[in-house]
């Protein structure tokens, strides 16, 4: 059986690969259809079909190359059933970039875990 951890590990993985395809109506499973996101510059977004929206308008945009989040630690409660993810992400774009730290929370939903809120922090940006 993987472990919590290591489950929540990869799917972070997979929701990379995601959207590095520009593939929005993929990304839906990986959301509690309650899940909130905060955005890099403060921005609220609620429910899944709110932050699917923005992913499409995201990938519909020419310049747009991906967002990536990398995993520093994934913290456990007792009962095994809500996680904290923490990391780093940065956004590319063709001509400029901007990243931070992030904070999500997973929880475990029909054995499966799905993400109940995003908070994004950008404290960089390039050209």
Same mark, same amino acid.
């Given at each position: 059986m993987t472990a919590p951890e290591d489950a929540i590990r990869a799917r972070?993985?997979?929701?990379? +690969?995601? !959207?590095?395809?520009?593939?929005a109506r993929r990304l839906a499973p990986f959301f509690?259809?309650?899940?909130?996101? !905060?955005?890099?510059e403060g921005g609220l &977004?609620?429910?899944?079909?709110? !932050? &699917?929206?923005?992913?499409?308008?995201?990938?519909?945009d020419p310049s747009f190359v991906t967002y990536a989040r990398t995993t520093q630690d994934v913290a456990l409660d007792p009962a095994g059933e809500r996680a904290a993810e923490t990391g780093t992400w940065l956004a590319t774009w +063709?001509?400029?970039?901007?990243?931070?730290?992030?904070?999500?929370?997973? +929880? +475990?939903?029909?054995?499966?875990?799905v993400i109940e809120s995003e908070t994004f922090v950008t404290?960089?940006?390039g050209a």
């Open positions: 972070r993985k997979l929701t990379n +690969k995601l !959207i590095a395809a520009h593939d509690d259809p309650g899940a909130t996101l !905060i955005s890099g &977004l609620m429910g899944a079909p709110a !932050i &699917l929206a923005a992913f499409e308008a995201q990938f519909a +063709k001509d400029a970039s901007s990243s931070g730290p992030y904070l999500a929370a997973w +929880k +475990k939903v029909r054995g499966q875990w404290t960089g940006s």
